[in-house]
């Protein structure tokens, strides 16, 4: 069992940065793919970005492309999201997720752990 833990969160202002954290608890973290969500208010759970075991394929909703950036660090068991230019309908409560299989996948019922998510706000 892996278990996630959120940082990182906070209020910004449009075009602020700022910098999520997810650390894992297992051994097993450099075996797991990893992926942020976020669900607005009213909303269903979207994907946002997805880093393999290696840190060496990463892949991005449209929506977030060329603004946030994914990464992780296997020996610290952590991976992050970079989020910069970022706009009012970014506003969501943030998870971070972890899959055993190394297939990425971007549908939130694919993902075997999950974190209790971290709120962001944009303020316009």
């Known amino acids: 069992q892996v278990q996630l833990v959120e940082s990182g969160g906070g209020l910004v202002q449009a075009g602020g940065s700022l910098r999520l954290s997810c650390a894992a608890s297992?051994?097993?973290?450099?075996?797991?793919?990893m992926a942020w969500f976020r669900q607005a208010p009213g909303k269903g759970r979207d994907f946002v970005a997805i880093?393999?075991?290696?840190?060496?394929?990463?892949d991005y909703a449209d929506s977030v492309k060329d603004r946030f950036t994914i990464s992780r660090d296997n020996a610290k068991n952590t991976v992050y999201l970079q989020m910069n230019s970022l706009k009012s309908e970014d506003t969501a409560v943030y998870y971070c997720a972890g899959r055993r299989s190394t297939t990425l996948r971007t549908l939130a019922g694919d993902y075997d752990y999950w974190g209790r998510g971290t709120q962001v706000t944009v303020s316009s």
């Open positions: 297992a051994r097993t973290f450099s075996s797991t793919t």
């Open positions: 880093i393999s075991t290696s840190g060496s394929r990463v």
